[in-house]
């Protein structure tokens, strides 16, 4: 059973869910503001909580993939912000040395083996590592995350099937991004995108545990997520989360976009405060405000302490977009190296 979370923990769940946060806002002003992100991209805004829980579990060695929304993974798996920020930018400083961009970041010395802006793609490769893994004996655990729609694509079931039949060292975490807050706990929620009843009818159709879990509570993720890794390191095969989170009002643009205007920890106690536009979400689906309402109604912190570390969360952010910003762009001469054939 895995063990409740301390306050302390929790306060340090809440800062890693700001850095997310603020990064995330700060790469919307550097497109909207500077026009510095040249391509499209995704924001995790509103569904931190599921990768602080699930990263913290992790040990060093194991493996993560993940998807196109994929900047909150790397932040909670350990990425710094001024190497993901550079990354994004193009820059040489980035973790990929400005090749990965917002799309295909990766971290090797992290783990973070693939970024996949295929929807779907990188679960195959989840389940590869899964295998290796097994046929190593490390005890090591691929985890790959990926959206609800990822269960519409055949190579999902494919990789579903195999990891079944294997019995392969794999976590699932499907972040189901599209569920009204009212509905996100287990059995209230049918996908309206699939003819399945619900999404974990699919992997408990292939006898791969499925559990379904609030993705705004960090507690509740943590709890789900602790007895299924502790169940794949011993060789009993893959298990399926499905994270249920209420999509972030500034995610439903073509492009993202502040909502109202930017994110203030205050809100969780000044709720008057919160633009209209996203009052509803605000009080009911935003996992940093629930968390910290939840800290200051159980004395494990005041709201100065809340600011101080929202202050220190925004002077870090600040200084690695400052250092992003300040790092060269990869000389043109460059441009071919890494290719799978050398130029003529």
């Not at 961009?101 to 779907?120: D, Q």
């Not at 974990?200 to 993720?221: K, S």
């Not at 002077?315 to 003529?344: D, I, N, S």
Request: hydrophobic share 50%.
């Amino acid at each position: 059973m895995a063990e409740t979370l301390t306050g302390d923990v929790l306060l340090e769940l809440l800062a890693r869910m700001l850095l997310i946060r603020r990064v995330e806002e700060q790469l919307i002003h550097l497109r909207e503001d500077a026009g510095l992100l040249r391509g499209h991209y995704h924001v995790y805004i509103g569904q931190e909580a599921t990768a602080v829980a699930v990263c913290r579990r992790l040990a060093a060695h194991d493996y993560v993939f993940t998807t196109h929304r994929n900047h909150g993974h790397l932040l909670a798996r350990g990425v710094e912000p001024a190497a993901l920020i550079a990354e994004i930018l193009g820059r040489t400083t980035g973790c990929n040395g400005g090749r990965g961009g917002t799309l295909h970041p990766v971290a090797p010395a992290l783990g973070v083996l693939h970024t996949s802006a295929i929807v779907g793609g990188a679960l195959p490769l989840a389940a590869g590592a899964a295998l290796a893994a097994k046929r190593r004996g490390t005890g090591m655990v691929a985890v790959v995350f990926f959206g609800d729609g990822a269960l519409e694509e055949g190579a999902s079931y494919e990789a579903l099937n195999l990891a079944a039949l294997w019995r392969l060292p794999l976590l699932l975490v499907c972040e189901n991004n599209s569920v009204p807050p009212a509905l996100r706990r287990a059995g209230q929620y049918p996908s309206s995108t699939h003819a399945a009843r619900e999404l974990v009818d699919v992997p408990r159709a292939l006898q791969i545990p499925a559990v379904v879990v609030d993705g705004a509570d960090p507690r509740a993720v943590d709890a789900a997520v602790a007895p299924l890794l502790a169940r794949a390191r011993a060789g009993e095969g893959p298990a399926f989360v499905e994270a249920r989170n209420s999509r972030w009002p500034g995610s439903y643009p073509l492009w993202p976009t502040i909502v109202g205007e930017e994110f203030d920890l205050a809100w969780a106690w000044e709720p008057r405060r919160v633009p209209e536009a996203l009052a509803e979400w605000s009080a009911s689906s935003d996992p940093i405000l629930l968390l910290a309402r939840d800290l200051l109604a159980s004395g494990a912190a005041g709201r100065d302490r809340l600011l101080a570390l929202d202050t220190a969360v925004r002077a870090q952010v600040a200084a690695a977009v400052h250092a992003a910003l300040a790092a060269p762009a990869p000389p043109a001469e460059r441009a071919l190296e890494g290719v799978f054939a050398p130029a003529e």
